[in-house]
């Protein structure tokens, strides 16, 4: 994959099979700039996005489906509802659910809904069939969140749920990797090349660069250069 911002000669190669890249931008107002043109696009608002990311075939891609932005790693809901929505449905889709099980449990629960007295004049309604999905509904099923502070591992459960649960191709970060040592952003890189993979920073500033990382800065002069490994 490659990104390319009109107006700039240079592009940024973003490793298809796993690998970290990063896209510096140095002027302020330029950084805004683009990323609010990023962001307008992900979100499928009116705007002229100047940022474009091709594959390999030289096909763009599509931000709002290829693509998964986080510009927050600590706040980000991995049970939020499109991730769960996706979880549910693979878990319908290929689990060996125990058809006997279920409609046993049924068959308990339609017992103790049709037991209930509430002393009003007009009889309850609720379904009669329970599914495996109103199963996971009940029981509240979700990803595991980490609810410890380690910003590692949650990125690594938001590039899972990105790869195997929503299909996308890429995960941007903006303003996120200063909160990486050099030894996790080195856990990372394995980490992503151990599942074919890919994360393209988005920073103001990058003081610690990778032997094996690209990246195309962009400096307060508007002036650009790329550092390819």
């Given at each position: 994959?490659?990104?390319?911002?009109?107006?700039?000669?240079?592009?940024?190669?973003?490793?298809?099979?796993?690998?970290?890249?990063?896209?510096?931008?140095?002027?302020?107002?330029?950084?805004?700039?683009?990323?609010?043109?990023?962001?307008?696009?992900?979100?499928?608002?009116?705007?002229?996005?100047?940022?474009?990311?091709?594959?390999?075939?030289?096909?763009?891609?599509?931000?709002?489906?290829?693509?998964?932005?986080?510009?927050?790693?600590?706040?980000?809901?991995?049970?939020?509802?499109?991730?769960?929505?996706?979880?549910?449905?693979?878990?319908?889709?290929?689990?060996?659910?125990?058809?006997?099980?279920?409609?046993?449990?049924?068959?308990?629960?339609?017992?103790?809904?049709?037991?209930?007295?509430t002393g009003f004049s007009q009889n309850l309604n609720y379904q009669t069939e329970i599914?495996?999905?109103?199963?996971?509904?009940?029981?509240?099923?979700?990803l595991e969140a980490n609810t410890g502070n380690n910003y590692l591992d949650k990125l690594?459960?938001?590039?899972?749920?990105?790869?195997?649960?929503?299909?996308?191709?890429?995960?941007?970060?903006?303003?996120?990797?200063?909160?990486?040592?050099?030894?996790?952003?080195?856990?990372?890189?394995?980490?992503?090349?151990?599942?074919?993979?890919?994360?393209?920073?988005?920073?103001?500033?990058?003081?610690?660069?990778?032997?094996?990382?690209?990246?195309?800065?962009?400096?307060?002069?508007?002036?650009?250069?790329?550092?390819n490994s």
């Amino acid at each position: 994959m490659n990104i390319s911002i009109s107006g700039f000669d240079n592009t940024l190669f973003i490793p298809s099979d796993g690998g970290i890249a990063t896209l510096v931008i140095c002027n302020d107002l330029f950084f805004r700039s683009v990323v609010e043109d990023i962001l307008d696009t992900y979100t499928k608002k009116e705007g002229n996005n100047r940022t474009v990311i091709y594959d390999s075939n030289h096909d763009p891609l599509n931000f709002a489906k290829d693509i998964l932005i986080v510009t927050d790693i600590y706040s980000y809901d991995l049970a939020n509802r499109t991730i769960t929505a996706v979880l549910y449905k693979n878990i319908q889709d290929n689990s060996d659910i125990d058809a006997v099980k279920l409609a046993q449990i049924e068959t308990g629960i339609l017992d103790i809904l049709g037991a209930i007295n509430t002393g009003f004049s007009q009889n309850l309604n609720y379904q009669t069939e329970i599914s495996i999905n109103d199963l996971l509904k009940m029981a509240h099923v979700g990803l595991e969140a980490n609810t410890g502070n380690n910003y590692l591992d949650k990125l690594y459960g938001i590039i899972d749920s990105a790869q195997q649960l929503l299909s996308k191709r890429l995960v941007i970060l903006i303003n996120q990797r200063q909160l990486l040592s050099h030894s996790e952003l080195q856990a990372l890189l394995q980490y992503l090349e151990n599942n074919h993979f890919s994360v393209l920073f988005i920073e103001k500033n990058c003081k610690d660069k990778l032997n094996e990382e690209n990246i195309l800065a962009i400096d307060d002069d508007l002036y650009d250069f790329s550092t390819n490994s």
